[in-house]
């Protein structure tokens, strides 16, 4: 079937930087990543899911949202089927369960999920 898998969520200082991993398994997946986006979601406790930003996995530049563009950037890597979401400067606002996700390219839904990995920024 194919999915995705995350990583890098550790507690952090404000301030710190961490890098996530989302790595795309499954050769039924892989094989047809061109025809996908890659898209970073988060969400905090007690609070709606936030989109952070997304990239094709071929051509074109990343998206990144503008609560966190100057902080955040997103990149990718094909030789590993991973894509990377970088944080610099955290803040504790940061906190929550980060969560990468695909979509075929030009449709608005996120069809293929992670598990997610989490994120606690605080002292």
């Known amino acids: 079937q194919g999915q995705l898998v995350e990583s890098g969520g550790e507690l952090v200082q404000p301030g710190g930087s961490l890098r996530l991993a989302c790595v795309a398994t499954?050769?039924?997946?892989?094989?047809?990543?061109?025809?996908?986006?890659i898209g970073w979601f988060r969400q905090a406790p007690g609070k709606e899911r936030e989109f952070v930003g997304a990239?094709?996995?071929?051509?074109?530049?990343?998206h990144i949202e503008d609560s966190v563009k100057d902080r955040f950037t997103i990149a990718r890597d094909r030789t590993k089927n991973t894509v990377y979401l970088q944080m610099n400067n955290l803040r504790p606002e940061d906190t929550g369960t980060y969560r990468c996700?695909?979509?075929?390219?030009?449709?608005?839904?996120?069809?293929?999920w992670g598990q997610g990995t989490q994120v606690t920024v605080s002292l």
């Open positions: 499954g050769r039924s997946f892989t094989n047809y990543m061109a025809l996908y986006t």
């Open positions: 996700a695909a979509k075929p390219r030009g449709d608005t839904e996120y069809t293929r």
């Open positions: 990239i094709a996995w071929t051509g074109g530049s990343a």
